[in-house]
């Protein structure tokens, strides 16, 4: 790899002590011109959102979003976020929901890229409809599924009472119980093509004469698959993993069309529950405070994120 | 790593043994396939059935009477129905198309920059431009919303478009960096010694070869902001500023039982993206891998 930092200038770059730093940031002034719109930009629309965002959650506001008339309490809405039940019901259904997605997402993906390394007629044509749920808007998705789900009308409680497995049209939205796996479901099917594209990719980098060596030698198929395909797939697999995870963490749409949290919460997760604070029932600060906390997890998430992702770049450099 | 963007080619694996692997792949395709192309090709069905055959038990497998009635409800510039639909469809268009073309403009000097420069602070400013795509968009939704309505951006296209495109950024500067980093340097350095300025280099030798990675990521941009739903759903409020995602869901909101009509503008929303990935899948698919895939 050509990366070089440095080497387009290597005159310029001085690695020399403390007062270097600013002499080299004054050197590099003009480098800077290249990042500057991204940063005016990104400085504008996030970096004042965090800072108002982590002060308001300090606040007890009034409902309209005239924010003049707030009274600091302090930590006020953290331990009421904490103590209360609805806290730790929307954290599982997170938990489930991120877990369950992530997981299935990515065995389905990557199941799909094993079954189509090798070619074969209509291949192509086959991974492009594979692809093509994770294209299409997610509130699409949600509308078909809704749709296929219909408690009187559903194509899958028809299927269901046409084999003879239930009397009747079973309803998974409207159950406690069924809602959040009927939900997942939607998600990977949105989900795992992304999976899908990133093992692709990754099985491509998987040298074959390594594959053919260990068969002369003896291997089997799961024995090549496990010694030497998948040690190959480490860094690939933990980068779409912890974006799997990143984006189910985040997702909104799903539950939101589907069925806006409920029943009873049974399906809100963390951040269709913050929005329907702050949006629905216009408690700014509670939400605030949700948001604040979701941060600090992130952060936690990101850690690993950025090493993994970062681990990937120095190694690229390295070579 | 070639430029141009071809794999090794894999080399065929002998075919005499049709071994269990091999068949359990073939029926995990094939389950796959189902679960995939089942829900649309339902969508599709019931897209031109009449309401009233689609509310049935059991359903008509097949359409006993296939009608184009929904579609041409919806495309129909006389009712009031089509109206809207056509005003969204094109209120989408715009949006996106704006977005892509500010995002790529933004994104290609920036990306070149975290290729090629050393600058203090380079490694920070890519993190945090790598942070950012953790963020949900809930968090941001509040302060943006009043940051909105101090620039006076609420419900105009303009808060939707600076929004798309702030978060679009990361993931197109992540992208485009990747191809930046598969064009060798010593082209550039050739041109500099034949007298070109870094930014005569950067024009002239390494614009060019980058297109691939341009229109990966404009794709990426367009179909991010195609799809978007909660920062439309959250800035805009008057009807004639919708897009579609925010306005098929207020119009079915008013009519639950429409579901033909409900499917059909769901398969019409979808097919400009679709159609889009479809022409240049290869793009595509290379720019989303490119930054996590090194080798």
Known sequence: ?319 | MSIAGERPVIPRRSRRQVDGWRWAGRIFLVLMLLYTAAPMAWMLLTSIKSGFAAMQMPPQWWPEEPTLASYAKLLDPQNSVGADFLRFFWNSLFVSTMTTILAVIVAVPAAYAFSRFSFPGRKFLFFAVLLRNMFPAVIFLVPLFILMRVLGLVNTHGSLILTYLTFGLPLAIWLLKGFYDNIPIQLEQAARIDGATRFQAFLLIVMPLSVPGIIATAIYSFIAAWNEYIYAYTFLSKNDQLTLPVGIQRFFSENTTDFPGLMAASFLMSVPVVVLFLVLQRYFVRALTEGAVKH
Not at chain 1, 83 to 98: A, E, G, I
Not at chain 1, 238 to 260: C, E, H, K, Q, Y
């Open chain 1, 1 to 319: 790899m050509t990366t070089a930092t440095g080497r387009a200038e290597p005159s310029r770059t001085s690695p020399r002590g403390e007062p270097g730093a600013l002499r080299a940031m004054w050197q590099h002034r003009v480098d800077y011109a290249y990042v500057l719109p991204s940063i005016v930009v990104m400085l504008i629309v996030i970096a004042y959102p965090i800072y108002y965002t982590i002060d308001l959650s300090f606040y007890k506001t009034p409902p309209s979003l005239q924010l003049r008339d707030k009274i600091f309490v302090g930590m006020e809405n953290y331990t009421a976020i904490l103590s209360s039940d609805v806290f730790w019901r929307v954290t599982w259904n997170t938990v489930v929901w991120t877990f369950g997605s992530t997981v299935f997402s990515f065995m389905l993906g990557f199941g799909a890229a094993l079954a189509l390394h090798r070619d074969f007629f209509g291949r192509g044509v086959m991974r492009a409809i594979l692809i093509i749920p994770w294209v299409i808007s997610a509130v699409a998705a949600s509308y078909i599924w809704k749709w296929i789900y219909h408690s009187d009308f559903g194509v899958i409680g028809a299927v269901l009472v046409g084999l003879g497995i239930t009397s009747r049209p079973p309803n998974f939205i409207d159950n406690v119980d069924t809602v959040l796996p009927a939900l997942i479901v939607v998600n990977i099917w949105r989900e795992f093509p992304f999976a899908m594209i990133m093992m692709m990719a990754g099985l491509q980098t998987v040298p074959d004469q390594l594959l053919r060596a260990a068969k002369v030698d003896g291997a089997n198929a799961w024995q090549r698959f496990w010694h030497v395909t998948f040690p190959h797939l480490s860094s690939v697999s933990t980068v779409t993993v912890l974006l799997l995870a990143v984006s189910n963490f985040n997702s909104f749409i799903i539950p939101w069309i589907m069925t806006g949290g409920g029943p009873s919460n049974a399906s809100h997760i963390w951040i269709t529950h913050i929005y329907e604070l702050a949006f629905g029932r216009q408690r700014w600060g509670v939400a605030s405070a949700y948001s604040v906390l979701l941060f600090l997890i992130l952060m936690a998430l990101g850690y690993f994120y950025v090493r993994a992702l970062g681990g990937n770049e120095s190694k690229d450099r390295g070579t």
